[in-house]
């Protein structure tokens, strides 16, 4: 089975500070992704990645980075937290491009007060 | 614009009782489509996955249905059990860069003893 994993379930972060959010896949996929999810919202992409040290901005870039330096493993960086970016974060995963099935992680909410 | 909607946002059922979700969508152009459950405080879990040429897929008590010249799909469910209350998420795949992924907002589904 695939397993994608998340840092943390649970977390709480004050304005201004730098949040890492680290996922983890163990199926030696090439494309990882994030998404934001937020309530009456679908989910929206915020980066991507089809390799290593590889990043391409989805919908939502805007106050996040990524960082890719292994190949199991997806880093989002909130540079300065802000409020309007308390959101549960969601993790993929993919195989090659012709592959069609992507694989959720559990989710980070994530409040930032 | 490539959207997903579907219907309807929330709904109670009683457990033994079927249902139906709806998905309308415009993405262009189609690759497939795939509806997920999201149990409350989890990552999405693929259900099914159409393309094209596909118009009926099952999942044990899951149903999804496909009709690629209305743009329309519907999920039902069978003999629902207390497990079955969740959000389903319909999501359409486009063909092209990355095969881009449109969310739908979700019905949120629960069912009652």
């Known amino acids: 089975d695939v397993k994608v994993t998340q840092s943390s379930r649970y977390l709480v972060k004050r304005t201004g500070e730098k949040v890492f959010l680290e996922c983890v896949q163990d199926m030696d996929h090439e494309n990882m992704f994030w998404y934001r999810q937020d309530p009456g919202l679908g989910l929206r992409l915020i980066y991507f990645?089809?390799?290593?040290?590889?990043?391409e901005k989805g919908d939502i870039p805007e106050g996040y980075s990524v960082s890719r330096e292994k190949k199991e493993r997806f880093s989002l960086i909130l540079e300065s937290a802000s409020t309007n970016q308390t959101s549960m974060y969601l993790c993929?995963?993919?195989?090659?491009?012709?592959?069609?099935?992507?694989?959720f992680g559990p989710g980070t909410r994530l409040t930032v007060t | 614009k490539n959207q997903v909607e579907q219907s309807p946002q929330s709904l109670i059922i009683l457990e033994g009782k079927n249902c139906t979700l709806q998905c309308n969508y415009t993405v262009s152009p189609f690759s497939n489509l795939r509806w997920y459950k999201q149990d409350t405080g989890r990552g999405p879990v693929s259900l099914t996955i159409?393309?094209?040429?596909?118009n009926t897929k099952s999942n044990g008590r899951y149903t999804a249905t496909l009709d690629a010249d209305t743009k329309q799909s519907s999920l039902h469910i069978t003999a629902s059990q207390l497990s079955d209350s969740a959000s389903y998420i319909c999501v359409v795949s486009a063909y092209g860069y990355g095969n881009k992924l449109v969310f739908g907002a979700g019905t949120i589904l629960r069912v009652k003893s």
């Open positions: 159409m393309t094209f040429s596909e």
């Open positions: 993929a995963s993919r195989g090659d491009r012709g592959s069609y099935e992507q694989y």
């Open positions: 990645s089809y390799d290593v040290k590889m990043k």
